[in-house]
């Protein structure tokens, strides 16, 4: 518990690579345990449904980091206005 120390989301598997592109939006991949996938990833995104950012990959995040572009993702939610009840797409 110590302030800019992220806490341990891995349960102690050590992380091999870490990509942090703002506040609350990072990457990581880190080593499993399982023979089936030695190497695991792991994104975080916050204000992107979970439908959305699963398409995202860490491979993307470096490359942002790398080169940066814009990166659209298509963000649906339901919304109400008025008592009207909306399907919105950002």
Known sequence: ???GMFKCETKGAPII?????RPKMYSYIY???KQAA???EKT???GISRAAA????HRMYSDQL???KENY??????GSKLHQIYSISV
């Open 66 to 68: 790398g080169e940066a």
């Open 1 to 3: 518990m110590v302030l």
């Open 44 to 46: 975080r995104i916050k």
């Open 31 to 33: 080593k499993s345990d």
């Open 17 to 21: 690579e870490i990509v942090g592109l």
């Open 73 to 78: 993702v298509t963000n649906r939610r339901i």
């Open 54 to 57: 699963k398409n995202l990959r």
């Open 38 to 40: 030695p190497v695991k």
